[in-house]
């Protein structure tokens, strides 16, 4: 199984919106509403930021949204802070009862 | 609020067996949630390995399946990792997790690099 496809890089300064793109199959992302999103800054653990293609969990910003078309799930980061810059990482169940990551995001505040 | 920590040997031989133990404090173990293992080589992304559940019940990675397995101790609060035949394209930072439903990991350790050397 290939990994998701997400951008290896996205931009944008302070105040303003961005969106990460995860693209994947009918068996995986477009399969079920299991889609989640982590932040990982260097050096540090993942961590959770959004599940279920749009849930976010106790103590996450409402900044971080999360949404899905078809194979296609983004995530959106409203009101950028230079606390955002990070890497994204997306990850999918799949239909063969697997899991999937995407490749990764770096997000850089300018 | 639950806290796993990773242990293990952090230099391995090649054709080696790499074992690591996580150790969750906190909560149980045995409550109704899987535990995994997810691994990210160093400036790569992250991989999953695979999730075991308290009683045992396994879900491998299929790339690794042949070369992994897990194991749960419910008496010491702690889950383990054992990746056989081991090369360098396996030196990576292991982290343990819980996971909910096998689906997402909501609680991470801090991570313990692995390096494969000869």
């Known amino acids: 199984q290939s990994a998701l496809s997400q951008p290896a890089s996205v931009s944008g300064s302070p105040g303003q919106s961005i969106t990460i793109s995860c693209t994947g199959t009918?068996?995986?992302?477009?399969?079920?509403?299991?889609v989640s999103w982590y932040q990982q800054h260097p050096g540090k653990a993942p961590q959770l930021i959004i599940y279920d293609d749009i849930n976010r969990p106790s103590g996450i910003s409402n900044r971080f949204s999360g949404s899905k078309s078809g194979n296609t799930a983004s995530l959106t980061i409203s009101r950028l802070q230079a606390e955002d810059e990070a890497d994204y990482y997306c990850?999918?169940?799949?239909?063969?009862?697997?899991?999937?990551f995407g490749g990764g995001t770096k997000l850089t505040v300018l | 609020q639950v806290q796993l920590r990773e242990s293990g040997p952090g230099l391995v031989r090649p054709s080696g067996t790499l074992s690591l133990t996580c150790t969750v404090s906190g909560g149980s173990i045995s409550g109704l949630t899987w535990w995994g293992w997810i691994r990210q080589p160093p400036g790569k992304g992250l991989e999953w390995v695979g999730f075991?559940?308290?009683?045992?019940?396994?879900n491998y990675n299929p790339s690794l399946k042949s070369r992994v397995t897990m194991s749960v101790d419910t008496s010491k609060n702690l889950f383990s990792l054992k990746l056989s035949s081991v090369t360098a394209l396996d030196t990576a930072v292991y982290y343990c997790a819980r996971s909910q439903r096998m689906i997402y990991e909501d609680h991470w350790g801090q991570g313990t690099l692995v390096t494969v050397f000869s």
């Open positions: 075991i559940y308290y009683t045992g019940s396994t």
């Open positions: 009918s068996g995986d992302v477009g399969f079920y509403n299991y």
């Open positions: 990850s999918s169940y799949t239909s063969t009862n697997s899991v999937l």
